[in-house]
């Protein structure tokens, strides 16, 4: 073989090895991580939205399936299946947790629940919170965020935890169908789905659930323990990418309101009220504040949900947080 000969042949092999390992990084560089939101018309959950059309995710390396589960109990169901490895759930969700989920709370990413809301018909003779007393109202699923708001109302209210009953629906979709046909008398879901049945003047908001927990973690992100312990900088990029969705919701009005009319199939009119009164939910860093974190193991007690208050290591992890987008 000549000089030029094996200088080509060199050359070739430098050249095969160079896209190799640019076809290795370009692999590392898309590392895919399954995703499960509690509800895919919850405007809260648009940070995973919001990071994918932005590129937050994909700057970081990560490409996001994202999968709408119909209920936070689904979310645990779906991190114990290993069918998905990060979940948005609720802060309830946190007692599955203590029960022996595979998830773990990585961060905290909204405080107290302007997002959901008691909803009745337009022409409900109920007109008060008072009138809700001893109704049938719709939740999410038992144990769940909306169920836990539910009660607490009655016990605020002065009625007592069997003030009212709770039917858990599952999905949004299928709890305002129920509502429609008069199966129950009222639905405890998104504000956001509140403030299209008034935009169709089909339902009335009668308030939002803030009001019965005003120191409060609404919304936790949830990570497969085994990936904080094998793949803690997965988790950290995807927080990061999350977070940096967070921000930019927070000063782009124009851009996350035209992205959720096509996420949620809502108006303009609609999205713009969400953003205006949710927007200010989101926590900037995903600490727990303790405060909160304090009000959500008082949760458990109340719903039966766990005989005891958990350490908070159980529950959640803060190697992750303040998160820095």
Do not use: C
Request: avoid cysteine; charge should be neutral; proline fraction near 4%.
């Amino acid at each position: 073989m000549s000089v030029s000969q094996r200088i080509s042949r060199y050359g070739g092999l430098l050249l095969v090895a160079a896209v190799t390992l640019i076809g290795a990084h370009a692999a590392r560089a898309n590392e895919q991580i399954h995703v499960g939101k509690a509800q895919g018309t919850a405007w809260t959950f648009l940070p995973v939205d919001i990071g994918i059309a932005q590129g937050f995710f994909a700057k970081l390396g990560l490409d996001i399936d994202s999968a709408d589960l119909g209920g936070d109990a689904k979310v645990q169901q779906a991190l114990a299946a290993g069918s998905i490895d990060i979940g948005l759930g609720s802060g309830p969700g946190l007692a599955f947790v203590a029960k022996g989920s595979p998830g773990i709370g990585v961060a905290a990413f909204a405080g107290p629940p302007r997002n959901i809301s008691a909803i009745v018909l337009e022409d409900s003779p109920i007109k008060t919170i008072a009138d809700l007393k001893g109704k049938l109202i719709a939740v999410s699923s038992v144990g769940s965020l909306s169920d836990w708001l539910a009660k607490q109302m009655a016990i605020q209210e002065g009625w007592g935890q069997d003030g009212i009953r709770a039917v858990p629906l599952g999905a949004v979709e299928i709890s305002i169908a129920a509502l429609k046909a008069k199966q129950v008398d009222a639905v405890v879901l998104s504000t956001e789905a509140g403030f299209g049945l008034e935009e169709r003047k089909q339902g009335r908001m009668l308030a939002s659930m803030d009001r019965y927990a005003p120191h409060f973690i609404t919304h936790v992100v949830f990570a497969q323990k085994s990936l904080v312990a094998t793949k803690p900088e997965t988790v950290r990029r995807f927080l990061k990418g999350f977070f940096a969705a967070i921000a930019f919701m927070k000063t782009h009005r124009d851009e996350t309101s035209a992205l959720a009319e096509r996420v949620l199939h809502q108006s303009a009119a609609v999205v713009g009220k969400d953003y205006d009164f949710e927007a200010g939910m989101f926590i900037d860093d995903g600490r727990f504040d303790a405060q909160a974190v304090a009000a959500l193991k008082q949760s458990f007690i109340d719903m039966g949900t766990l005989h005891d208050k958990p350490a908070d290591d159980v529950l959640f992890t803060t190697q992750f947080v303040p998160v820095t987008p």
